[in-house]
């Protein structure tokens, strides 16, 4: 045993140890500190990754519904482009079936002398005739406004996937930022630790020489 552990009472060495220990419980208690504001911050960011993240998805929904809206509106397209030949044949076989009734209807009424009953025949075929090719005139009036409107919802569409995809970029871009921030958060959190751990270990070593 040496002279100066022979000078040491075991109160005073109780008293060191103790001394010792409250030092090493603050420095446990900087470190709890630190850790749990690192952790308090991760949280926070992950809550708002998670809102970043589901605003995306909520983005992608969008996108496949107005596809499907648009899927849904080529398909009346192309019936009424189908509907219009149909109508444009029933006006080619009209046309010469109304000049065979015109025909018919001179020499009838001169043949039988019938003329008003047949020409009363002939204007209600006509009529419907008539009414026919005018109804083929307002379909087109009609989806002539229909196509406008369809052009221009395609470029709405155009304009929201476009507003869309610079949208996710942007998030992608901050949420490439937050984790670097976060990565510099933790390593200064870290470095910080460790230069306290040093500092401490410096002046145990002062105390105890």
């Known amino acids: 045993m040496s002279e100066e552990d022979s000078t040491i ?8 140890l103790e001394e010792e220990l409250a030092k090493a419980e603050e420095r446990l208690d900087k470190l709890y500190a630190g850790y749990t504001t690192i952790e308090q911050k991760v949280s926070e960011k992950s809550a708002v990754i998670d809102v970043l993240e589901q605003e995306a998805i909520d983005k992608e929904i ?13 398909s009346r397209i192309h019936d009424l ?25 001179t020499r009838e009424s001169a ?6 009953e047949v020409a009363e025949d002939l204007d209600e075929a006509l009529g419907v005739a008539k009414a026919e090719l005018s109804a083929r005139d307002d379909w087109y009036a009609q989806h002539m406004d229909l196509f406008e409107d369809l052009s221009k919802a395609i470029q709405t569409r ?21 984790r670097e921030r976060m990565d510099e958060a933790v390593d200064a959190a870290a470095d910080a630790a460790e230069e306290t751990e040093s500092e401490d270990g410096a002046s145990e070593e002062e105390s105890t020489e």
């Open 158 to 178: 155009y304009d929201m996937i476009d507003t869309a995809i610079e949208a996710v970029r942007e998030q992608e871009l901050k949420q490439a930022t937050f």
């Open 9 to 16: 009472t075991p109160e005073l060495r109780v008293r060191q």
């Open 62 to 74: 969008e996108r496949e519904a107005i596809d499907a809206l648009l899927s849904d509106k080529d």
């Open 111 to 116: 043949r039988l002398g019938r003329v008003f």
């Open 81 to 105: 482009e189908l509907e219009s030949v149909k109508a444009s044949q029933r006006v080619k076989h009209l046309e010469p079936e109304l000049s065979k009734m015109e025909e018919m209807y």
